[in-house]
């Protein structure tokens, strides 16, 4: 190994070794002291971090009517929902989408059980919104398989340990690389139903209009509901007091087989775009501002 190497690896090891200290931690708490306690330090230390800087700007791109004071609130409310997802992570056990007066409210159930019915796989799709870990508990607590496909952590130990917490939540997790595709086609060829966040950047994506600006964006999930004719379904956890949430299925998209493939896909991945930029305006201290989402 080369001494870049070995630093890199370091920082790896000390970095999973705070995160399992951190998530031990947190475990011992109860679920609200937890949640409330990280999104306050995190509300009043991201702020001042220079990765900051980068939520700032693209909220000035998302929304340029905004004033400086309203910029701060959101910055500090995204802030605030991220301490609180990282301190749920160790609690995810305690969250019950069927449990009467528990922590999540289902909107719609029918429509969620429809859905799930369906005779063809359903491309479930959401974003780094609320907290995006809970998305896919109606269906698993409800005895249905779905995969989810999602970008693991750049820290592969810390990637572990996440995917470790991940578990009560159920399902099975494959990390977005080349093999994904076909795992998710093999998946719906089964009659599994898929779930994905797909709000991040991807260099291999495409250009579909995010906010008014070019943003490189997945085209899996168009790829596969054209190919497959599947149902692609918005679905988004808001996070309301504290630690508790709703989680709203909406109606499937609408969407055209012209068979110009590349026109179809931008299509259909614009259409999802707009879902996210919807939700987004609606609740924006909820989205993960962080993502370098445009190109500079």
């Not at 700007?57 to 609180?84: D, H, K």
């Not at 999602?150 to 080349?178: M, Q, S």
Request: charge should be positive.
């Amino acid at each position: 190994m080369t001494p870049r190497s070995i630093a890199a690896w370091s920082r790896m090891v000390v970095e999973a070794a705070c995160a399992v200290l951190l998530f031990g931690a947190l475990r011992l708490l109860p679920l609200d002291w937890a949640s409330g306690g990280c999104g306050f330090l995190a509300r009043q230390i991201g702020p001042r971090l220079g990765i900051s800087r980068r939520a700032r700007r693209n909220i000035g791109r998302a929304m340029p009517q905004l004033g400086s004071e309203a910029v701060e609130r959101i910055v500090a409310g995204m802030w605030n929902n991220l301490g609180r997802v990282i301190a749920e992570y160790p609690h995810l056990r305690r969250f019950r989408v069927y449990e009467p007066g528990g922590r999540i409210e289902l909107v719609d159930p029918e429509r969620v059980r429809d859905q799930l019915n369906s005779k063809t796989s359903t491309l479930f799709f959401s974003a780094h919104y609320g907290n995006w870990e809970l998305v896919t508990l109606p269906a698993t607590q409800a005895g249905y398989d779905i995969v989810g496909i999602y970008r693991g952590a750049n820290n592969p130990l810390v990637d572990r340990l996440i995917n470790r917490a991940r578990r009560p939540v159920g399902g099975e997790l494959v990390p977005k690389t080349a093999v994904a595709t076909r795992y998710a086609i093999e998946a719906i060829r089964r009659g599994r139903h898929i779930g994905m966040l797909v709000d991040q950047k991807m260099n291999e994506g495409v250009a579909a209009p995010f906010f008014g600006r070019p943003a490189m964006t997945t085209p899996l999930l168009a790829r596969l509901a054209l190919r497959f004719d599947c149902p692609v379904v918005p679905v988004r956890v808001i996070r309301g007091a504290g630690s508790h949430f709703r989680i709203a299925i909406e109606p499937p998209l609408q969407y055209r087989k012209t068979g110009d493939i590349a026109a179809d896909t931008l299509a259909l991945t614009t259409q999802v775009n707009q879902v996210i930029e919807r939700w987004i305006g609606e609740r924006p201290e909820q989205w993960f501002w962080l993502h370098n989402r445009w190109p500079d």
